[in-house]
């Protein structure tokens, strides 16, 4: 939700298990999108993954983030991340910013599976 890249449940595949997912129904899906991070991404010139990479560096040493890709490409904007300093008043904005998440987070179907049927 932080990187932009899924604004509507049509940008998802036909095979994506995230149809069904209570968050990226079409009730749920633009409440979630988080518009003022992204502004604050264009303020800091960063993607948004870039900056929400940052946000956790600079939560402390103890935060390592492991972000997944299957892009070359995104491996190199992920490395950029690196490169941006952020002040608290920074952090709290940033935090400020992101969206409290509407809808489960699993259907039913999907909280059986990730629970192997003990719901």
């Not at 390592?64 to 690196?82: L, Q, S």
């Not at 920074?90 to 629970?115: M, N, Q, T, V, W």
């Amino acid at each position: 939700m932080l990187t932009g890249a899924i604004t509507s449940t049509s940008d998802l595949g036909q095979t994506d298990f995230r149809r069904t997912n209570p968050r990226f129904q079409t009730e749920n899906i633009e409440k979630n999108i988080a518009h003022k991070f992204f502004e604050i991404a264009k303020t800091k010139n960063c993607t948004p993954a870039q900056l929400a990479l940052a946000w956790l560096l600079a939560r402390g040493s103890d935060v390592v983030p492991i972000p997944g890709t299957k892009n070359p490409a995104r491996i190199e904007e992920n490395a950029g991340a690196a490169q941006i300093v952020l002040s608290e008043s920074d952090c709290a904005e940033i935090e400020a910013s992101i969206p409290a998440l509407a809808g489960e987070r699993y259907d039913e179907a999907g909280l059986k599976a990730a629970f192997n049927g003990r719901v």
